[in-house]
């Protein structure tokens, strides 16, 4: 909305709003759905991720694949059409234009329901379901509800259903429109087609049908709303004035998943950053036999390593973590200590290791420990939306 004239709410519905300093700014729906749908892709071409994906799918995932789960999540918001939801632009009734009178509600349930009640034979919610591509979603395979369900279900409960044609319908004021939630959808069909063109590849497998599967997408389309929801410098800042959101979008969400962490550089580029000299990244002549058998490519995923205290079953560790990080097939490591004392003496080894053997770049090496609000020399950043809770006084 953002000040835009009545006759252009229907089209430019507002999707992150923020009221301060006497006046309220606003990032549209469009937009605001463009940085998810961005992130997520950006997610699915992360090798852990597609990793766990492919498992949970059981078979590789395709381009195709890829473009029509971004294309899901950018529909995670859709509820936020609906009128009620529009209609919190305005503190109080008093200050809506003349006409509106649909009840402040919220967005995932009343998105669910659109689709629920059109499954179920409803005729309400036609009029909006239809401005989507939907009859070429459904070559897309039985799954597409279930994983856009998962989609709208992004604050952490599988929602249920709540239609209701009150709010989807079209607001008016002396026979003049002042927002339509169909014109809203009917863009929302526009750019999932604009911005993803490969979900709508012919001849291409359906999606994954899995419950695994559900499960891990939902938990991406979560993440993926909350960096797209994050405002400060460096993540989403609202649009600018002549920014084309689709085309800096991208940019921004490789921007994010830099600044936490999960942007990683490919298997190439990681073996020009370290050695495997077991000497150099130890301070050792030479390893025992237990720790250069961590090298063997043969070994498969799961390798279970006993031997007695003082044997060097950390190095070993370290060791086949070295030589996996250097395949790309981990991105990561991650030591369970049971006491604070113990994550301190094997943190100061990690991270004598890490600069032992990293020559450019280094991984940041965190210990965390429970009550701390920075890990060691990296600060403490909250997620947008995290509730704090504040400590109990000692009674």
Known sequence: MNDAPDHQKSIFPWGKLHRGDGATTTHSLIDHMTDVAAVMSRLLHLPAVQRSLQQAAGRNLTDTDCARLAALTFLHDIGKANSGFQGKYWRVQSQRPNGWFTPHCGHGPQGWGLFEDAQNGLHWPQRIVTQLPVQAMDAWGDAWLNLLHASISHHGRPVQGEGSAALWKTIESAGQVLYDPALAVAAMGTEIQAQYPQAFAHDAPELPDTAAFSHLFAGLVQLADWLGSDTRPGFFPYTQPGEIRSKTAPALAQ?????????????????????????????????????????????????????????????????????????????????????????????????????????????????????????????????????????????
């Not at 990681?270 to 025992?288: I, K, L, S």
């Open 255 to 395: 921007q994010a998943l830099c600044a936490i962490g999960l942007e990683v550089v490919d298997a190439t580029t990681r073996q020009q950053y370290t050695h495997a000299d077991f000497a150099q990244a130890f301070g050792v002549p030479t390893p025992r036999p237990m720790q250069a058998a961590m090298a063997d490519t043969q070994l498969g995923p799961v390798v279970v390593l006993e031997a007695e205290t003082g044997s060097g079953k950390t190095e070993a560790a370290l060791w086949r973590f070295l030589h996996l990080w250097r395949a790309g097939q981990v991105d990561g490591l991650y030591f369970a200590l049971p006491t604070r004392v113990a994550a301190t003496q094997l943190y100061e080894r990690v991270l004598d290791f890490v600069q032992r053997t990293w020559q450019t770049a280094p991984p940041v090496v965190v210990r965390a420990l429970p009550g701390y609000t920075a890990a060691d020399s990296h600060g403490y950043q909250a997620l947008p939306g995290l509730i704090k809770v504040a400590p109990r006084e000692r009674g």
